[in-house]
């Protein structure tokens, strides 16, 4: 667990980005899995959702996308899909885990836990195609 409650959150796609952008957490965001209140949640909600918008370009710039499915303020679960060219390559899983599960983690001190999946409903071949990123599938 981290001292500070809040972490500055830069963008990790351009040099030539603004200033970092801070997420202010909270204190009270410490106490994982107790029932919070209505300005809490809502201080959550704003930090998540403007965590995600820093990452989002990242995915973006490589044909996909990042979407939450459900979160759970008072316990800290967070579950997002990754989609568009995603379903098509091999590192998503590694995008995941490494990218959004750590961010999140890190900077989001009431995140307990990130689960995550690939939106394979994409034909294979479409969502190759989406790919302009580090990482684009050959297809011979």
Known sequence: MHDDAARPVTPAASASSAAPVAVDVGISARSHGAVIDDAERDHR????????????????????????????????????????????????????????????????????????????SVNPFESAAMGRGGYVPRWE
């Open 45 to 120: 909600k704003a930090a998540l959702d403007g965590l995600l918008e820093l990452m989002r370009p990242a995915v973006q710039a490589d044909g996909g996308d990042i979407a939450v499915v459900d979160v759970d303020y008072d316990t800290g679960v967070v579950e997002v899909q990754l989609q568009g060219a995603c379903g098509s390559c091999a590192i998503s899983a590694v995008t995941l885990q490494g990218g959004v599960e750590r961010l999140l983690k890190e900077r989001l001190a009431w995140v307990t836990e990130v689960r995550g999946d690939v939106d394979e």
